[in-house]
């Protein structure tokens, strides 16, 4: 049995990370730049984002991998790099959690292609298989414990992700998530009923959504899902509040740590066992979801 498999018959809620991206930023990552590359230039700067998280309480943590397919490190140049950028995010996450004791979980992270599959784009569905098998070889070689399959727009890459990540191996445990931010729909126009009755026939642990337009949204992904799988393990990690510019055209989030403390008991409420954040959230935010949950738990 898997060690999350463990955990969630163990409690009744986990605590995922929080955003990374928001993070690097505020490390100093240029915007447009690739965030894999910190993992082999600045791997120290990665890993403190990380021991932040767990430091708050997280219990799953992310690599910084989100945009590790060949399509995306394309847009670099880095489209050569893949095995080892994926496997040096899966290293330096196993190292930080090793180091804590290995009180948390790894996730192998996996972000969309970036192409369109065909009819609507160009985009094979066997050749988006080979890029998510590449990908995942990279992350199941730095040693995580699962794999993260997040903000998805289109069912079939969905399965194309789930496909390639089988080609490397066939027992790691698979999470998948889409995100329902076009009017409570994915971009694609795939519902969250549509969605957790498809994702939760592919033989992953966890279905749900993340990212999109804040906890309000979220909320009503989590209870549609619920009514028509209370089955089904949903995960739920919203972006901490809806995007918005700001001053010098920066996107923001305002949600604050007291709000995205409220948002985690409503989730667990709705029917959410795996909780975190997205895009906006930080480790402040994090450790007000966890003694809320703690509180609610005990």
Not at 25 to 36: T, V
Request: aromatic share 4%.
């Amino acid at each position: 049995m898997s060690r999350i498999i463990e955990w969630l018959a163990q409690s009744p809620v986990l605590l995922a990370d929080g955003a990374m991206g928001t993070m690097l930023f505020a490390a100093g990552l240029e915007s447009g730049a690739p965030p894999e590359l910190w993992n082999v230039e600045y791997p120290e700067r990665v890993r403190a984002i990380q021991r932040a998280y767990l430091q708050a309480g997280s219990q799953i943590i992310l690599t910084n991998t989100f945009g590790g397919t060949r399509y995306r490190l394309g847009m670099h140049g880095l489209e050569a790099r893949v095995i080892e950028l994926n496997r040096a995010g899966a290293e330096i996450a196993r190292a930080e959690v090793d180091a804590a004791g290995g009180r948390a979980l790894v996730a192998g992270d996996i972000g969309p292609s970036g192409e369109i599959l065909m009819p609507v784009g160009t985009l094979e569905f066997d050749d988006a298989v080979n890029a998510f098998a590449e990908q995942a070889e990279g992350l199941i070689a730095g040693g995580v414990d699962l794999i993260w399959i997040e903000t998805m727009a289109d069912l079939e890459e969905v399965r194309a992700a789930i496909e390639g990540v089988r080609r490397v191996s066939a027992e790691i445990p698979i999470v998948a998530t889409m995100t329902f931010d076009t009017k409570g729909r994915t971009m694609m126009g795939v519902t969250p009923e549509v969605a957790v009755q498809t994702i939760s026939g592919w033989g992953v642990i966890a279905t749900g959504g993340n990212c999109g337009n804040g906890p309000d949204e979220m909320l009503q992904v989590i209870q549609k899902m619920h009514a028509v799988r209370p089955d089904v393990v949903l995960v739920s990690k919203s972006n901490a509040g809806k995007p918005e510019i700001g001053e010098e055209g920066k996107v923001v989030y305002r949600a604050g740590p007291a709000e995205m403390a409220t948002y985690a008991i409503e989730m667990k409420n709705a029917g959410a066992r795996i909780i975190g954040g997205c895009c906006g959230s930080s480790p402040a935010h994090l450790q007000a979801m966890a003694q809320v949950l703690v509180e609610k738990l005990n």
